[in-house]
């Protein structure tokens, strides 16, 4: 039998086709649009049915009274009936805000955020809080702030593609294919890439700037344009804001100047921007690689102002601006009381940018754990991620985990943020639940996530976990539905667009058609009415209006204050196509042919520390350390070392997020550099 779903085993959120026998999941295969041979295989896909029947699969709630004891399973009315308990001991003693709930970004991109946070302030505490200060969150605020919403790139229809900071190939198989079939049809490619990707061989031009540096060069290539004349001066004239005090602050990143600082060819960077310039349409395809930088707002603020001044937006084959599927917003925010502060309160503009999206500013629940600022939160609850792993600074996140006095987890497998739990809670992977995809509400077209296979073992869906948890806690009221179908109905009411509705197509459904150029009737969703070159959101509260106003970049690379010793800029990379994040490492079809990390190293500055491809090496900040293998590559620019990603969880000893600093953040997103970071490297004994 085939079933239709969203596959969620990555952010993609890919529409699959399944192959079910006798209830159980034997295969499953990617929809796409690329012709035959164009396809590309998701090797996680093609392991799903491992995944799901993978003996490591958590089987029943497991409880434990303290941290010294071993877990003992228990049924699901015990462990639930002890999450309730202790979160209401500690509302009652502590008060609502001292309980937080902590949700993954990587699993579970679904409405099982929105059900958490109407809990969570159906129970009075502010602090649901996401990751997405490390994600693209704090991109999509910089996009909010200057044309009023994350545009959709439309690769496929461009004749100039801009891939900055995102692989594709790896990470989203459908938006590759897009960049693939634009290039068969003569499309301009631009890489902007610390590291030499498959896509940047390919590239016309290829800049491989030093990491972190992404605001200085888009801010240089502003001002090419501008002196050139090449932005767009219908759009710019009658669309935008901010014009003069742009040019003025682009004025200080003379190609000449800066290209040389961020390891480029001046010339390079001016051909780069002519060519973005004046191919039309052209779009801007970014990812990952501007995030988890210490500027990652004003550096993105400075990508988009390149999509504004050359036009670009909102028309086809340019940067697409969204047309979000209609909803009913069921967090709940409101009843939390006036003047309830979330332990985010400090990065009030990022708390508030968007109606749905919640709090992200994820490093604020560490301090207020450790540091009690702004005030304590003593019991936690983490679902659908691993933040032991996937957090900045591990040291200090286990220092936090360990100091609360309760935490449940919700995840699949027995992970290291779990050995820290008092409650773990089985949960159901994606294809063994129906749920409603966030992703899928963002722009036109919603596709249903459907259950297709009964969830193994004692496992649950996350849904069913958050309505049964509210029941215990009193909260029938607010989460009247008996299935997840009545829930998902009730959310999409102002859409039309029913359960029912979607299994008749699961080719999902339309909420209106493609409109382009919307800004001549409609405006952007600014306070201008206009593109936001300048905001004045930004500058009222005291930040900067324009990027980097007085010519500098804030120093993008996390803790620098070292000794001045041979050091290396220590890249957070490669994200394979076989594993997310922690996430199925333990898989033996995966990793047999990606055993375990590998820090990737310029021959040069191998050869200058004796160390060779194969070699044992170790990575040290102030800190911490790690340790793992040494390959020589050709990918990685002289000066950087390129460290592998998610390797925490199997590895402890390989764990990324040791070296990474939460001291220094984004002053709007709460970002620290998980991305990029000076760091000393020696061979191993
Ligand atoms: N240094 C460094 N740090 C990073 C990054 C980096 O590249 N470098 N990447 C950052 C980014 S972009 C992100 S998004 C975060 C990711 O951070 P996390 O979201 O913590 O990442 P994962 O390791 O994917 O953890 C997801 C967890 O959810 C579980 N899970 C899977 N499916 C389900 C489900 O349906 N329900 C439930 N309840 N659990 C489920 C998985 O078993 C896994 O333990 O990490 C960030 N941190
Ligand atoms: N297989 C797989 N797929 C995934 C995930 C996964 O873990 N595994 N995670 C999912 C999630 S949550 C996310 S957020 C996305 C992220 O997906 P992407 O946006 O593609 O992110 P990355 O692959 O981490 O990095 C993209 C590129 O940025 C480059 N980069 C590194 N530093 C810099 C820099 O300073 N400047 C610039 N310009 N580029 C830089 C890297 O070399 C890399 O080629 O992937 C999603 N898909
Ligand atoms: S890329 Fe692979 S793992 Fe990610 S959603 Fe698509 S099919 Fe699933
Ligand atoms: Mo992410």
Redesign the pocket.
């Known amino acids: 039998m085939k079933k239709h779903t969203v596959c969620r085993m ?3 959120c890919c529409p699959v086709e399944v192959t079910v026998k006798d209830g159980r999941l034997v295969s499953a295969r990617r929809k796409t649009g690329a012709g035959p041979g164009a396809e590309l295989i998701c090797p ?1 896909l093609a392991a799903a049915a491992e995944i799901v029947y993978s003996p490591e699969r958590l089987k029943t709630p497991l409880v434990r009274k303290d941290r010294s004891a071993s877990f003992a399973p228990a049924s699901w009315d015990a462990a639930l009936n002890l999450v309730a308990e202790e979160l209401s001991r500690a509302k009652k003693e502590q008060g609502a805000g001292s309980v937080g709930w902590l949700r993954g ?2 699993a579970d991109w679904g409405a099982p955020w929105d059900y958490a946070s109407r809990l969570m302030h159906a129970f009075g505490s502010p602090n649901c809080i996401g990751n997405g200060s490390v ?2 969150v704090a991109r999509e605020m910089a996009h909010n702030y200057t044309y009023g919403a994350m545009i959709v790139p439309q690769a496929g229809a461009s004749r100039c593609i801009v891939v ?5 190939r ?3 198989p459908p938006a590759h294919e897009a960049i693939i079939a634009a290039r068969r049809k003569g499309a301009a490619l631009i890489v ?4 030499k ?1 498959p896509l940047a061989r390919e590239a016309d031009i290829f800049l491989q ?1 030093k ?2 540096s ?1 605001g200085p060069l888009a801010m240089a290539m502003i001002r090419e344009i501008l002196r050139n004349g090449l932005h767009d001066q219908e759009f710019v004239q009658g669309f935008t804001v901010g014009f003069e005090p742009l040019a003025r602050a682009a004025d200080k990143f003379p190609a000449e100047k800066i290209a040389p600082e961020i390891w480029l060819d001046p010339e390079e960077v001016k051909r780069a921007a002519r060519l973005y310039a004046t191919t039309k349409p052209a779009c801007i395809v970014e ?5 988890m ?1 210490l500027n990652t707002f004003q550096a993105t603020r400075a990508v988009c102002i390149l999509r504004a001044l050359t036009g670009n937006l909102d028309r086809p084959g340019g940067d697409f601006l969204p047309q979000p599927v209609p909803a009913q917003n069921i967090r709940l925010s409101e009843r939390l009381p006036g003047d309830v502060q979330p332990v985010t309160a400090a990065y009030p503009l990022f708390s508030s940018f968007h109606p749905t999206w919640g709090l992200h500013a994820q490093s604020c629940l560490v301090d207020a754990i450790l540091d009690r600022k702004p005030y304590p939160v003593t019991s936690l609850v983490v679902q659908s991620g691993n933040p032991a792993v996937t957090m900045t600074d591990s040291g200090r996140t286990a220092e936090a985990l360990s100091r609360l006095s309760f935490l449940a987890v919700i995840d699949m497998f027995p992970t290291r943020t779990a050995s820290f739990a008092h409650v773990v809670l089985p949960a159901c992977g994606c294809f063994e639940k129906t749920q409603l995809n966030r992703a899928y509400l963002r722009n036109l077209r919603v596709v249903l996530q459907d259950k297709a296979i009964e969830p193994l073992h004692e496992s649950r869906p996350d849904w069913w976990i958050v309505f049964a948890l509210a029941r215990r806690l009193g909260l029938s009221d607010d989460f009247p539905w008996t299935d997840v179908e009545q829930a998902i109905d009730f959310q999409l009411a102002p859409s039309g667009i029913t359960v029912e509705k979607l299994r008749q197509h699961p080719e999902g459904i339309a909420a209106g058609e493609p409109a382009f150029e919307k800004f001549r009737t409609r405006g952007f969703s600014t306070p201008s009415g206009k593109a936001e070159l300048f905001s004045g959101r930004l500058h009222e509260a005291g930040k900067d209006g324009v990027p980097f106003p007085d010519g500098k970049a804030a120093d993008a690379l996390a803790i620098s204050r070292d000794d001045g010793q041979d050091l290396l800029v220590g ?1 957070s ?5 076989r ?3 922690s996430q199925f490492h333990h898989i033996q079809s995966l990793r047999q042919n990606e055993p375990e990390a590998l820090a990737d190293f310029h021959l040069d500055d191998a050869s200058r520390r004796g160390i060779g491809d194969g070699d044992r090496v170790k990575v040290e900040t102030p800190r911490g350390r790690i340790c793992l293998r040494a390959r020589i590559s050709d990918e990685v620019h002289r000066g950087s070392v390129r460290i592998g990603w ?1 390797w925490g969880e199997s590895h402890p000893e390989a764990n990324l997020n040791n070296l990474t600093d939460d001291g220094m953040r984004d002053p709007v997103t709460c970002t620290p550099s998980n ?2 970071f000076l760091c000393r490297v020696e061979k191993a004994e």
Not at 192 to 195: K, N, R
Not at 573 to 577: K, N, V
């Open positions: 990555c952010s993609s996680k970004m990587a994600c693209h900055w900071g995102k692989n594709d790896n990470t989203c902007v890439d610390p590291v990707t700037l990491p972190g992404d990812g990952n690689g501007l995030d930088q890249v990379g490669e994200r394979s196509a594993f997310t994040h998610g991305r990029s």
